[in-house]
């Protein structure tokens, strides 16, 4: 009686094994990549109503986030202005009034414009929580943690973009080690600050005046260590009791 | 077997070709792979509804009403409420600047003049009037810098150094000329600490 099968089935089931797990592999490969926000949502550049320019408004002209996003300090949405606050520097006769690029703006405002609508300007949404997430604004500027952190360097982005990936544990990095993101209140909406820029003995003057130490221990107790975000940060967490929560129902609630 | 590792290396740079590297900035929303619970069918801020005519999800109040903790306007009261020393409609001094048809001196009974109000105008001063009004309220702006429009007002001169307090947050709440108003961004104690910042600047500057 001969063979039933043929001398090449010999290693089939390895090979077989060995494509599959190569092909496993690729695939895993592929999702680990981009099957997370910092694949699908970083980069998110949708084009605007109004092609609104921040590094020339924020950037070269220094104007601060809160004129327009005014109830960021308040809210736990951070507003996107009203058309009003466009209007008060490009109405009728002001700044680049009769602009093509304001036509929305003057549908929106104008009364007197042949294609005034009165619709609200329809701004795209570029960063969300899903919304099974809470998220609240005025905590995290109330406490140190500047625009930059999550939304990036806006005052250089002529069309913003998603800089972050707003992903649960990238959340979680900076609820779990704070400091390296606080800053003094002051400094919120500054987004080239570093840590050069604080001025020592003010920073430990007000340090003092928070805790009811004595500003020159708490600079003699630092002397020698390097003078760096984690250092600043680590003194506003004592200062201001940060304690960010890590439980579930901190933002699922 | 050796076809097979062909087919699955061009397959693999093709999709690496696809679907780019991390951070490429693209114009479509973002692909969600378990939309889950992500989009609910509520109310968000700012965010249209196809549930209201007018396809918004934020509603002005029904006319005739009032939102929780405002006083009613023009009712003869002098709108002192918590609520109304935010955004307010009432007419006393506090939220107008003005006695009848004049504007007052000085500082309603609300608002207290002190060091901390003085600094809280500065830096309210520096978000909403450094660019056009310029960092020592001289005029002279970031904006008078690049574009020609006419002359922003110099708050350090005899004119305006002569304006009583309720005059200039009168000017920020419905603003003067080409400035717009203000009552829509900026609170009804911050106008007043924007006032007691400028006047601080006029009597530095030693008007």
């Given at each position: 009686m001969g063979n039933i099968f043929p001398r090449w089935t010999n290693l089939i089931a390895v090979k077989l094994l060995v494509c599959l797990g190569a092909l496993g592999t690729c695939v895993i490969a592929v999702a680990w990549y981009s099957w997370t926000p910092k694949y699908t949502r970083v980069g998110y550049m949708p084009q605007q109503p109004i092609p609104f320019d921040h590094s020339l408004h924020s950037g070269q002209l220094g104007m601060d986030c809160r004129y327009c996003h005014t109830h960021v300090e308040n809210s736990l949405h951070s507003n996107i202005p009203a058309a009003q606050v466009c209007w008060n520097c490009h109405g009728t006769g002001k700044v680049k009034s009769d602009s093509p690029k304001l036509e929305p703006l003057r549908q929106a405002m104008?009364?007197?414009?042949?294609?005034?609508?009165g619709e609200p300007i329809k701004w795209v949404q570029i960063h969300k929580t899903p919304d099974y997430a809470y998220f609240n604004h005025s905590v995290h500027v109330n406490r140190g943690v500047s625009c930059v952190e999550c939304h990036g360097r806006v005052d250089e982005m002529a069309v913003v973009y998603h800089a972050e990936p707003l992903s649960m544990s990238w959340c979680l990095d900076c609820h779990r080690n704070p400091a390296e993101n606080l800053r003094p209140l002051?400094?919120?909406?500054?987004?080239?600050?570093?840590?050069?820029?604080?001025?020592k003995d003010q920073f430990y003057a007000e340090l003092a005046g928070k805790t009811g130490a004595k500003a020159e221990e708490l600079k003699a107790a630092d002397e020698?260590?390097?003078?760096s975000r984690e250092l600043i940060g680590a003194h506003l967490k004592e200062a201001w009791q940060i304690h960010p929560p890590q439980d579930c129902s901190a933002c699922h609630r | 077997m050796r076809w097979f590792f062909l087919v699955l290396a061009i397959a693999m740079v093709a999709t690496i070709y696809a679907i780019g590297p991390r951070g490429e900035k693209f114009s479509d929303p973002p692909f969600e792979l378990f939309p889950d619970m992500d989009h609910q069918y509520k109310l968000r801020p700012q965010e249209p509804s196809e549930f209201f005519a007018d396809g918004q999800a934020a509603q002005k109040p029904v006319s005739g009403t009032v939102p929780l903790g405002y006083s009613l306007p023009h009712a003869g009261n002098d709108g002192n409420t918590g609520s109304d020393l935010e955004y307010s409609s009432g007419d006393g001094y506090a939220s107008t600047g003005q006695f009848g048809d004049n504007y007052g001196e000085g500082y309603p009974k609300e608002v207290e003049l002190t060091p901390a109000l003085v600094k809280r105008g500065q830096e309210r001063y520096q978000v909403f009037?450094?660019?056009?009004?310029g960092d020592s309220g001289?005029?002279?702006?970031?904006v008078s810098k690049y574009w020609a429009i006419p002359p922003t007002a110099n708050m350090l001169d005899a004119r305006v150094s002569a304006m009583p307090e309720g005059q200039i947050f009168s000017t920020i709440t419905h603003g003067k000329g080409l400035m717009g108003p203000y009552n829509g961004v900026i609170p009804v104690k911050d106008r007043w600490a924007i006032v007691s910042y400028v006047k601080s600047l006029q009597a530095a500057s030693g008007n």
């Open positions: 104008d009364e007197n414009y042949e294609n005034y609508t002051d400094q919120i909406t500054n987004l080239d600050w570093v840590a050069e820029d604080l001025d020698g260590k390097e003078w | 009037c450094t660019p056009c009004h001289n005029g002279q702006g970031i």
